[in-house]
């Protein structure tokens, strides 16, 4: 299919319609060249006839001679003539009877002055031409067919060959940039041999090169980052677990040191767990392998775990499945991206309630919170973009009581990172994140995975 965006395409097509301009023009001056020709001959055998037919009939109101030639002095001249005649030849289309009938043909005319007399000289074209009363004006008529014929034969051809070259030369031109294109899409090592290029495919080859190198070594830097920084925490963090379990097995006795002891160890833990799923997200999807994952255990535990956030707010949570869902994907990357849309929905819901929904293709996080406002919808997956306002509560004089502003939003703990982290999960196992405004308030975020 013939596609405008196509560069290969727009090489032909422009080289094309310069052809057809081309052949425009050619077309113009000829038939430009051709007209005056036939102006002047015919301008010149009508004066040499009326010159003629003066001398042999002396001075009459219409002179007429063959073929088809016909002079009038203007004052006997027919009015629709007199009305458009000026001294330059002009034609004018008529259809005259034949012996076969009606035929169309032209009829040249124009104003002479002659001494104090004017004269309107016509000439009507005919398909029979006597070559003894003006020769040249019947080559003309009949070398005037073969240059037409010869002219619609070289504009076809002329644009046959267009075509033709255009479609070579399209070739030739796009074939270095799908070089590049190959380059790019395999290895450094082909894309090397089109930076020496001196041509503007060159110039591409060698930016793009040098971009390869700068993002090339940012990747490295992150993932020597991100490697440096876990192996740097596992240590820590596993001599906190190991001294938070033992203190937990001294106050065994003390209920309330105990519980304080069992925190530590489940923060490391889950500290731990954090770090391994960013090093995760640090490797190539296509590196991962991915296990089938029960997605009912991961949303339970998580929902457990932040169910804190729901102390002292009439909140209810509930999550909905109709059996048990799994898919193939690290646990620890599904359990960033899950906990990180509960906690949201946690934090941003004072009322209501906070629903999860598991089926066969998504899952669905939506509560009856504060919602998004519009102006935030296109930072919504934005870093360090967060949506706060301060709260704006007032006092009902007839109630005595405090009501809050319906407009009003709370600040809350964070650093706006958690969408973009699950936009970042998301894309990197080829799954899909969206967003919906409830009617009655609140959102509704949906994985869509496979």
Same mark, same amino acid.
């Given at each position: 299919?013939?596609?405008?965006?196509?560069?290969?395409?727009?090489?032909?097509?422009?080289?094309?319609?310069?052809?057809?301009?081309?052949?425009?023009?050619?077309?113009?001056?000829?038939?430009?060249?051709?007209?005056?020709?036939?102006?002047?001959?015919?301008?010149?055998?009508?004066?040499?006839?009326?010159?003629?037919?003066?001398?042999?009939?002396?001075?009459?109101?219409?002179?007429?001679?063959?073929?088809?030639?016909?002079?009038?002095?203007?004052?006997?001249?027919?009015?629709?003539?007199?009305?458009?005649?000026?001294?330059?030849?002009?034609?004018?289309?008529?259809?005259?009877?034949?012996?076969?009938?009606?035929?169309?043909?032209?009829?040249?005319?124009?104003?002479?002055?002659?001494?104090?007399?004017?004269?309107?000289?016509?000439?009507?074209?005919?398909?029979?031409?006597?070559?003894?009363?003006?020769?040249?004006?019947?080559?003309?008529?009949?070398?005037?067919?073969?240059?037409?014929?010869?002219?619609?034969?070289?504009?076809?051809?002329?644009?046959?060959?267009?075509?033709?070259?255009?479609?070579?030369?399209?070739?030739?031109?796009?074939?270095?940039?799908?070089?590049?294109?190959?380059?790019?899409?395999?290895?450094?090592?082909?894309?090397?041999?089109?930076?020496?290029?001196?041509?503007?495919?060159?110039?591409?080859?060698?930016?793009?090169?040098?971009?390869?190198?700068?993002?090339?070594?940012?990747?490295?830097?992150?993932?020597?980052?991100?490697?440096?920084?876990?192996?740097?925490?596992?240590?820590?963090?596993?001599?906190?677990?190991?001294?938070?379990?033992?203190?937990?097995?001294?106050?065994?006795?003390?209920?309330?040191?105990?519980?304080?002891?069992?925190?530590?160890?489940?923060?490391?833990?889950?500290?731990?767990?954090?770090?391994?799923?960013? /090093?995760?997200? =640090?490797?190539?999807? *296509?590196?991962? !392998?991915?296990?089938?994952?029960?997605? %009912?255990? +991961?949303?339970?535990? #998580?929902?457990?775990?932040?169910?804190?956030?729901?102390?002292?707010?009439?909140?209810?949570?509930?999550?909905?499945?109709?059996?048990?869902?799994?898919?193939?994907?690290?646990?620890?990357?599904?359990?960033?991206?899950?906990?990180?849309?509960?906690?949201?929905?946690?934090?941003?819901?004072?009322?209501?309630?906070?629903?999860?929904?598991?089926?066969?293709?998504?899952?669905?996080?939506?509560?009856?919170?504060?919602?998004?406002?519009?102006?935030?919808?296109?930072?919504?997956?934005?870093?360090?973009?967060?949506?706060?306002? /301060?709260?704006? =509560?007032?006092?009902? *004089?007839?109630? !005595?009581?405090?009501?809050?502003?319906? %407009?009003? +939003?709370?600040?809350? #703990?964070?650093?706006?990172?958690?969408?973009?982290?699950?936009?970042?999960?998301?894309?990197?196992?080829?799954?899909?994140?969206?967003?919906?405004?409830?009617?009655?308030?609140?959102?509704?975020?949906?994985?869509?995975?496979?």
């Amino acid at each position: 299919m013939f596609s405008i965006d196509s560069i290969a395409n727009k090489f032909r097509l422009s080289y094309f319609v310069f052809a057809l301009l081309l052949c425009a023009a050619f077309v113009s001056i000829f038939v430009y060249a051709e007209t005056r020709m036939e102006q002047e001959l015919v301008k010149a055998r009508l004066l040499q006839q009326l010159e003629l037919s003066q001398e042999k009939d002396g001075e009459q109101p219409v002179y007429t001679a063959d073929p088809g030639i016909k002079i009038y002095r203007y004052d006997n001249a027919p009015q629709s003539l007199k009305s458009i005649a000026t001294d330059k030849v002009q034609e004018k289309s008529v259809k005259i009877e034949t012996a076969t009938g009606k035929t169309s043909t032209n009829l040249h005319f124009f104003v002479y002055q002659q001494h104090k007399q004017r004269y309107l000289l016509t000439y009507l074209e005919d398909t029979e031409m006597v070559m003894g009363n003006y020769p040249v004006l019947a080559i003309f008529e009949h070398l005037e067919d073969i240059f037409a014929n010869a002219l619609r034969v070289a504009v076809i051809l002329s644009l046959l060959i267009a075509i033709i070259f255009s479609q070579l030369s399209s070739r030739q031109i796009t074939k270095p940039l799908l070089d590049l294109k190959k380059a790019v899409e395999t290895d450094h090592q082909n894309l090397t041999e089109l930076t020496h290029l001196p041509s503007e495919v060159g110039v591409l080859a060698r930016a793009i090169d040098e971009k390869n190198k700068n993002l090339e070594r940012y990747l490295k830097r992150e993932q020597l980052f991100t490697g440096d920084v876990s192996h740097e925490l596992r240590t820590p963090l596993t001599i906190i677990m190991g001294a938070s379990e033992v203190l937990a097995s001294q106050l065994e006795g003390d209920r309330y040191l105990s519980e304080f002891a069992n925190r530590i160890s489940h923060t490391a833990k889950e500290t731990s767990e954090i770090i391994s799923a960013l /090093l995760l997200l =640090s490797r190539a999807p *296509e590196k991962l !392998d991915a296990p089938q994952t029960s997605i %009912n255990t +991961i949303v339970i535990n #998580e929902v457990a775990r932040l169910k804190y956030l729901l102390r002292h707010k009439t909140v209810t949570c509930t999550v909905v499945a109709k059996q048990e869902y799994y898919a193939n994907v690290r646990p620890e990357l599904l359990k960033m991206a899950l906990g990180n849309l509960i906690k949201n929905a946690f934090q941003y819901t004072d009322e209501g309630e906070v629903k999860i929904t598991i089926n066969e293709k998504r899952i669905t996080v939506s509560d009856t919170g504060l919602g998004i406002s519009e102006e935030m919808m296109p930072l919504l997956y934005e870093r360090f973009e967060r949506f706060e306002r /301060l709260n704006d =509560s007032h006092i009902d *004089e007839q109630n !005595d009581s405090v009501v809050p502003n319906p %407009n009003a +939003i709370y600040k809350v #703990e964070g650093t706006g990172l958690g969408l973009s982290i699950v936009q970042r999960i998301m894309t990197h196992m080829g799954w899909q994140l969206t967003h919906e405004a409830n009617t009655s308030g609140g959102s509704t975020f949906i994985i869509h995975y496979n």
